[in-house]
């Protein structure tokens, strides 16, 4: 599993963008991924970087559909073939679940 933080965002519409994120926030809940948002990010898992990928370019289509002129993207990504990792399991890990 791949478990990737990521965060987008358009850097020319001004100081407040929520309605942009709000944007990109829905197209990752219709993926159906398992995926926490946070203040700054959200962390999502993905069974390949195929289908992370994808759900990227889906969240940049729908900002650049918005109007935006530019944007910021931020990834990380773990992809870990040792252990079958998760969030939940990262978390659990880190003493937060």
């Not at 850097?11 to 994120?21: A, L, M, R």
Request: proline residues 2%; negative net charge.
């Amino acid at each position: 599993m791949i478990i990737a933080e990521f965060a987008i965002f358009p850097t020319s519409e001004g100081v407040s963008v929520s309605k942009y994120v709000k944007e990109a926030i829905k197209v990752i809940e219709s993926s159906g991924l398992k995926h926490e948002t946070g203040g700054m990010s959200t962390t999502i898992e993905a069974p390949d970087l195929d289908t992370l990928f994808k759900i990227i370019e889906k969240c940049h289509e729908a900002m650049v559909k918005m109007g935006a002129q530019r944007i910021h993207i931020d990834l990380r990504v773990d992809h870990r073939l040792d252990v079958e990792a998760s969030i939940e399991s990262k978390l659990k890990a880190l003493g937060k679940r």
